[in-house]
């Protein structure tokens, strides 16, 4: 496999859940089912509240040479603090051990070619990078151990590139997904058991009703997402501007009702 382009990502923290029991215990609370890291070393899921909003969305990987109660989450630095005393707090007096993981860091890669980056994760990868589990083509994660300390200019020039690449496709992460509904963000969930929240999440499944989906949005100058609403022709509010960065895009949660019909 061949990466064009590699970045260490400052903007990302882990955290390291182990301990006996730990697998179950993250099994209730989050909505991605444990099992499947069974076949796969990297999935995505998110940490509801009790009212099926999201508090914290995170990777979860299986790290080779780790047992089986041994994993390590990846989420937004701004949201770590969060997502741990929320752990902390659900894990009641179970022995389970939650602790940053400050030797190691977040690496980003972009396959040279789309077909390479549709790569299918594996339980026997030879590398260290992992398929992002959200979306075929988006790019590889990996973890590492910290070396060097990043100088300010290259933290800046990742996160941009990051940040960027991510706008383009269209996908939230950290404070973008705070206190939304998992099924607007596109987080469709299959599977998980029972966990924290699910009820509002059965209950749109159920109906099967989604009015709103998050979609990348391009600015047409940049004064034109400042007011935070996406209108239409007529100046009908169509939906809200979760985040806004100039020039390089945004992401906004939209009516379906903008999409024009299919002509199939």
Known sequence: MLIRQQMRLACQSLLLVHGAGAKQFLQGLITKDMESLNSVPLVYSFLLNV????????FIYRLDGSDDETFVLETARERVGLLEKALRLYRLRKQIGIEPLLDKSVHFGIASDAEEGAQK??????????????????????????????????KAFASSAYLRHRLAWGLAEGEEMADQIPLNMNGDITGGGCYIGQELVARTHFTGIVRRRLMPVQPIDR?????????????????????????????CLASLDIIPPSND
């Not at 009212?51 to 995170?58: P, Q, S, V």
């Not at 509010?237 to 390089?248: A, D, E, N, W």
Request: charged share 30%.
């Open 223 to 251: 004064d034109s997402s400042r007011d935070g609403f996406l209108v239409d022709e007529r100046g009908k509010r169509q939906g809200k501007i979760i985040c806004s960065h100039g020039m390089l895009g945004g992401l």
């Open 51 to 58: 009212r099926g909003r999201i508090l914290a969305d995170f």
């Open 121 to 154: 994760n594996s339980a026997s990868v030879s590398s260290d990078w992992l398929a992002d589990p959200r979306v075929p083509g988006f790019g590889f994660r990996a973890i590492r151990k910290t070396a060097t300390e990043m100088p300010s200019d290259e």
